[in-house]
């Protein structure tokens, strides 16, 4: 019955992609005309030249009716072109720049080609207009950044630091957060990505803030993204020009140990063909730690347990990503991309001292990951997509315990995770005449983990346990949606339908998503959405095998452990296009996270990650920009939450537990010089006590400061920053429930200085790529 399910809803796919395959290739001319037909009313787009044909970049184009309605604006890009979106035909443009007279055009054309402008013969001297661009703009329901403007000025040096600046959004554990969500998927040019937080920083740090045309912040993602919750769209410049460009890039940064690491993107494009290859490598040594107090009951007798844990990782890891691209002008987008990592020999040292037990753990690990996608993008909306990804990591340790008791233990432990997926999607978008658009497609994807545990006893009696687990996961989804606009307001709504099966677990699920905007004027924009979605767990979560941090500290995975559900609403309120408050909601049933627990058996502080009853957020954001002159860029960012957190079966106990929570982040650059360019950021964040389950999580602060000086003709960067100036970005955290007690106070030297430097040449217009998603990956 089970793979009767998997068939019915896996047969929808099969044939929609068979069928458009199909249509593609076998359409009759006559078809082909009314695609073409359909596709250009869909949107208006051209490039504006000047009189020697150079293009004209930083142009107002302006849509109006036929009745000069105004409808929509844009802004030319830095190769002269522009596209707005609109089904409205005939049609008015207005093209204004400072520097060339203004053009109007009328027409019911989609491509427009080559429009010249003619340059402005009337000088105006002793004239200074100033004025203060928006922030954000909604377009088609997504919050529109330009993130160059944005930053323009800050001691930013890459895309990720960049994202970081958008309003609501913040780096929290090395993961982009987003106030008022419970997480954010990043896509690029509407893909999502497929790689951890860790990798997709690596790959946005290396990515000039140039290269981005916009970033697209959306609390209520579309279908078509596959993606569900909020998202960011980073959108990257496109060119069609022949040229060569790139960058290289170098990073010294020093928290506690040196890290040091390098890297280059070079790119070549033509107004057909376009290939790119981008390649890092870091020598790095990493350092966590933290100090553990325990009380632990066991058998009557309440044990004082103080252990001090120091770990350090270090070794070589290269990242190398290849691409090609064949995208001629209105015929659709044919793109191969092939991206590696590699962490190859990488050696981790614990050791823990202390008064119940002194442990030495030594690993050695060999990471590697490789990943094929290939994406077909039709000119007449139809989107096919395809990604393979083997990922291998095999590891040896030792482990060596000498309790205060005398007793001791040693063993060795061979495991090791491999990984095969592969998914396939086909999505199709369609706008009408009157102004609906209807989006429809779907997913299906198959994922092989196999995980081991060998372990080979040296010394004493340790509890070991070998596992060799093997698990195929299989998730089929089907969507449609639609939406319009009506004058000022605008909707979209979809239903997407999911089959999951993992082992002998499966389920049915349909995610409903809706979005709706209304903006009476240009002072005033409201936007509502709901959203719904579920989280998985890593891989070797979802086994039983148990993982020693030392002789007292274990990690166990959880069979049986289930996906979690979340629902979430925004009532977002946008004023003059730069004050931005939210009003947030979100459950999220079947919550997981990791947590300690003082076993009830034996002396053991085991970490575990069980399914709550829910997890539960509401309550309030607001961000609120300022400045004073030329000389200061400042925002300020509030956040008022109510939290509540229930879990009836926590190993042997239960909580439902509710806090208060409020969070205060203030950004400030100062503008020290113009010639030369240099910038000062000082920065400082706040967040009052906070619950994780039986967790109480501390207050904790931090202050960053960074200097930039940019030379050269804006082509050479050099800037020095210090995150965590004192070191008080990390709290302490205690347990003090139902007999339960512990202190731990984790990674207490977070102080950092990093010391960057980047030079570009040649334009550099590097187009941005898909990464690949190893979130679920890794012990």
């Known amino acids: 019955m089970k793979n009767n399910r998997l068939s019915i809803l896996l047969i929808p796919v099969v044939v929609l992609l068979t069928l458009a395959t199909a249509h593609a290739q076998t359409s009759s001319r006559a078809a082909a005309v009314s695609r073409a037909a359909t596709a250009s009313e869909t949107s208006i787009r051209g490039r504006l030249v000047d009189a020697s044909d150079r293009p004209v970049a930083g142009a107002a184009v302006v849509l109006f ?28 443009l207005q093209i204004q720049h400072l520097a060339y007279e203004v053009r109007i055009l009328e027409s019911d054309r989609s491509d427009l080609g080559d429009i010249r402008l003619k340059e ?3 000088e105006i001297d002793a004239v200074v207009i100033e004025g203060e661009r928006p922030v954000v703009k909604v377009e088609q329901g997504r919050l529109s950044y330009d993130l160059e403007r944005l930053t323009e000025g800050q001691a930013v040096n890459n895309a990720y630091e960049a994202l970081t600046r958008l309003p609501g959004v913040a780096e929290q554990e090395g993961a982009l957060t987003l106030a008022g969500a419970s997480s954010v998927t990043v896509i690029l040019n509407g893909r999502p990505s497929t790689m951890t937080a860790e990798q997709l920083a690596t790959l946005l740090r290396s990515t000039p803030i140039d290269r981005i045309e916009k970033a697209e912040v959306m609390f209520s993602a579309p279908p078509q993204y596959h993606v569900r919750g909020a998202a960011i769209n980073v959108v990257l410049r496109r ?41 890092s490598a870091a020598r790095s040594k990493e350092l966590s730690s933290f100090d553990l107090h325990s009380l632990h009951t066991f058998e009557g007798r309440q044990y004082d347990i103080r252990q001090d844990e120091w770990m350090t990782d270090e070794g070589w890891s290269h990242q190398l990503r290849a691409a090609v691209e064949y995208a001629p002008k209105q015929r659709g987008r044919l793109s191969a991309a092939y991206t590696a990592s590699f962490s190859p020999n990488t050696d981790g040292l614990s050791h823990s001292t202390g008064s119940y037990v002194e442990s030495l753990s030594k690993k050695l690990s060999d990471r590697s990951l490789h990943n094929l996608a290939l994406r077909y993008t039709s000119a007449f909306g139809l989107d096919l997509g395809l990604d393979y990804t083997h990922y291998d990591n095999p590891e040896q340790s030792r482990l060596e315990n000498r309790y205060t008791d005398r007793e001791a233990t040693a063993f060795d432990v061979g495991s090791g995770q491999r990984i095969d997926r592969l998914n396939v999607t086909a999505d199709e978008r369609h706008t009408f005449d009157s102004g609906w658009e209807l989006t429809a497609g779907g997913a299906f994807a198959f994922a092989r983990s196999h995980d081991w545990q060998h ?52 389920n049915w699920s349909l995610y409903p998503q809706a979005s709706l905007n209304w903006t009476p004027s240009e002072r005033h924009i409201l936007q509502l959405n709901f959203s719904s979605d579920k989280e998985y767990p890593a891989y ?11 002789g007292y500290s274990e990690i166990h995975g959880t069979s049986g452990l289930r996906p979690s559900r979340s629902y979430e609403a925004q009532a977002v309120y946008i004023y003059r296009q730069k004050y931005i408050f939210v009003l947030f909601w979100n459950e999220r049933p079947d919550y997981f996270v990791q947590t300690a627990w003082q076993a009830s058996d034996r002396l053991a502080l085991i970490y575990q990650s069980l399914n709550w009853n829910f997890n ?21 960012t509030l956040t008022g939450m109510r939290m509540r957190q229930r879990c009836d079966r926590f190993h042997d106990m239960s909580f439902d537990r509710s806090k208060w929570v409020g969070i205060a982040r203030l950004m400030n650059t100062f503008h020290l010089s113009r010639k030369p360019a240099i910038d000062l950021e000082v920065n400082g964040f706040f967040q009052s006590g906070a619950i994780q389950g039986t967790f109480d999580i501390e207050p904790l602060g931090s202050a960053d400061a960074a200097v930039k000086w940019t030379f050269d003709r804006s082509r050479a960067t050099l800037s020095v920053r210090c995150n965590d100036l004192f070191n008080s970005s990390m709290p302490l955290t205690k347990i003090r429930y139902q007999g339960q007690w512990l202190d731990m106070g984790a990674l207490r030297y977070m102080r950092s200085v990093t010391v960057h430097f980047s030079y570009r040449f040649g334009g550099y217009k590097e187009r941005k790529h898909k990464e690949v998603d190893t979130s679920r990956f890794g012990h």
């Open 65 to 92: 009716d036929r009745d000069s309605v105004y409808l929509d604006a844009v802004v030319s890009g830095a190769d002269g072109q522009f596209e707005i979106r609109s089904a409205v035909r005939p049609y008015r």
């Open 120 to 122: 402005a013969t009337t």
């Open 239 to 279: 060119s069609h020009e022949t040229a060569f460009s790139g960058e290289v890039h170098a990073n010294y940064t020093n928290r506690w140990y040196d890290t040091y690491d390098a890297g280059g993107n070079f790119v070549l494009t033509s107004p057909k063909w376009s290939a790119d290859v981008t390649y």
């Open 455 to 506: 372990y080979t006893v040296l010394e004493g009696a340790p509890t070991t346990s070998d596992t060799d687990a093997r698990l195929d996961e299989y998730t089929g989804n089907l969507y449609a949606g639609f939406g319009r606009q009506f004058g000022k307001v605008g909707f979209s709504a979809s239903l997407a339908g999911e089959y999951y099966r993992l082992g002998d677990y499966e």
């Open 540 to 550: 070797w979560e979802m086994q039983g095998a148990i993982s020693y941090i030392d």
């Open 616 to 636: 539960r957020q509401w309550g309030v954001n607001a961000v609120l920009p300022f400045r004073a002159g030329k000389w200061l860029n400042s925002r300020l």
